[in-house]
T-cell receptor, first 114, second 116 residues
Framework: AQSVTQPDIHITVSEGASLELRCNYS??????LFWYVQSPGQGLQLLLK??????LVQGIKGFEAEFKRSQSSFNLRKPSVHWSDAAEYFC????????????FGAGTTVTVRA | GAGVSQSPSNKVTEKGKDVELRCDPI?????LYWYRQSLGQGLEFLIY????????KSGLPSDRFSAERTGGSVSTLTIQRTQQEDSAVYLC??????????????FGPGTRLTVL
């Protein structure tokens, strides 16, 4: 069965500093991988996704993620954090090619301090 | 265009009561999903509708939970005889096509259910 682990429950980062959120997945085949962001009172918004090809994927809001098959990881990064990046971030894995169910990690809450 | 909408945004109910949660997907989206987000947990898949196919109910936690989708559009998730452990945020998502997580799922803002 597929699963996702986000080891960090909460991260605090200073505005302008870099951010990295960890995600490890378990899946028996080539996974589809996603990062979503959830701001308070909002639904989840897709930041980026990986299906195949280049292992470094670019997303919206200046985020990027790198797929490392050997480490079963899909870590999310941003070089310089803005106060508006304070939110909860979810990593998810989907099946391939006909499994429509997404399995989500428990999420990482990011706090941005001035 | 309009995104996925859900109502109510908040629902407080007493243990043992029935509740109905509504989801309006993006117009033209054929696939609809329900997820549950419990405190400190990730999202848990509940049910999936695709067109006129039989829904995938494999994620429903008990027979107190049911869902329907009328006319291939609006969906209602019903929880009968609510229990305190049903307290969670219930999220609905839709995608243009179903059958694969390749198709981006667009999420609504959720309904926060509190069972007293």
């Amino acid at each position: 069965a597929q699963s996702v682990t986000q080891p960090d429950i909460h991260i605090t980062v200073s505005e302008g500093a870099s951010l990295e959120l960890r995600c490890n997945y378990s899946y028996g085949a080539t996974p589809y991988l996603f990062w979503y962001v959830q701001s308070p009172g909002q639904g989840l918004q897709l930041l980026l996704k990986y299906f195949s090809g280049d292992t470094l994927v670019q997303g919206i809001k200046g985020f990027e993620a790198e797929f490392k098959r050997s480490q079963s990881s899909f870590n999310l990064r941003k070089p310089s954090v803005h106060w508006s990046d304070a939110a909860e971030y979810f990593c998810a894995v989907g099946g391939h090619p006909n499994d429509y169910k997404l399995s989500f990690g428990a999420g990482t809450t990011v706090t941005v301090r001035a | 265009g309009a995104g996925v909408s859900q109502s109510p945004s908040n629902k407080v109910t007493e243990k043992g009561k029935d509740v109905e949660l509504r989801c309006d997907p993006i117009s033209g989206h054929t696939a609809l999903y329900w997820y549950r987000q419990s405190l400190g947990q990730g999202l848990e898949f509940l049910i999936y509708f695709q067109g006129n196919s039989a829904p995938d109910k494999s994620g429903l936690p008990s027979d107190r939970f049911s869902a329907e989708r009328t006319g291939g559009s609006v969906s209602t998730l019903t929880i009968q005889r609510t229990q305190q452990e049903d307290s969670a945020v219930y999220l609905c998502a839709s995608s243009f096509e179903g059958g694969s997580s390749y198709n981006e799922q667009f999420f609504g803002p959720g309904t926060r259910l509190t069972v007293l």
